[in-house]
């Protein structure tokens, strides 16, 4: 079955530095990739959306790189800020499934002063 | 938050009772999507539409029906609620995919807090 994985474990990182967050996942061929952030109570927004031809897509301090032989995705926060601290959700498309979207659990930030 | 609302935004009911949460959009798309999430579990596909009348069955679809007769109301209906139905619900939605980041991407509501006793 499909499965996607993100690291369990909460990152702590101290502000300035950068936080690089793992996706992976197996028995997949996805069309794209797609990054969520989720703070406490509310639903999860769209951070990043890279597709399976692409190697890496950047929007601000964000990166997110894509390796479909590894089947991996890696999401990284540059020069990060406390406000940066929340939950971040891989994601993928799902198949038969109308575009919806099957997610990872989750990776917990925090970014310390 | 793109045009979506939920309601209730919170709910507290009784085992057996029959649960009906409404989720509303004003972006007009296509698709709209219900998802739980539960601790150790992340997000998980309840039941989608693809359109006014249109809907299949998501992952964890046992114990809930859905219902879609206009294009900006998807009704998600927990016929006789239990208490593994204890949840905090979230309904989506997006468009026909485009090629274009905006158009392949979901938009979340604020979710329902439900709790089953």
């Known amino acids: 079955s499909q499965k996607i994985e993100q690291n369990s474990e909460a990152l702590n990182i101290q502000e300035g530095k950068t936080a690089t967050l793992t996706c992976n996942y197996t028995?997949?061929?996805?069309?794209?990739l797609q990054w969520y952030r989720q703070d406490p109570g509310r639903g999860p927004v769209f951070l990043l959306l890279?597709?399976?031809?692409?190697k890496e897509k950047r929007k601000e301090r964000l990166k997110v790189t894509f390796d479909t032989t590894l089947k991996q995705s890696l999401f990284h926060i540059t020069a990060s800020q406390p406000a940066d601290s929340a939950t971040y959700l891989c994601?993928?498309?799902?198949?038969?499934?109308?575009?919806?979207?099957?997610f990872g659990k989750g990776t917990s930030l925090l970014v310390t002063p | 938050d793109a045009g979506i609302t939920q309601s209730p935004r919170h709910k507290v009911t009784e085992t057996g009772t029959p649960v009906t949460l409404r989720c509303h959009q004003t972006e007009n798309h296509r698709y709209m999507y219900w998802y739980r999430q539960d601790p150790g579990h992340g997000l998980r596909l309840i039941h989608y539409?693809?359109?006014?009348?249109?809907?299949d069955k998501g992952e964890v679809s046992d114990g809930y029906s859905v219902s879609r007769s206009k294009t900006e109301d998807f009704l998600l209906t927990l016929e006789s609620a239990t208490s593994s139905q204890t949840s905090v619900y979230f309904c989506?939605?997006?468009?026909?995919?485009?090629?274009?980041?905006?158009?392949?991407?979901?938009?979340f509501g604020p979710g329902t807090r439900l709790t089953v006793l």
């Open positions: 994601a993928l498309d799902m198949s038969n499934s109308g575009y919806a979207l099957n």
């Open positions: 539409s693809y359109g006014v009348k249109d809907t």
């Open positions: 890279i597709r399976e031809n692409e």
């Open positions: 989506a939605i997006s468009d026909l995919p485009g090629g274009d980041a905006s158009t392949d991407t979901q938009y």
């Open positions: 028995n997949y061929s996805p069309a794209y």
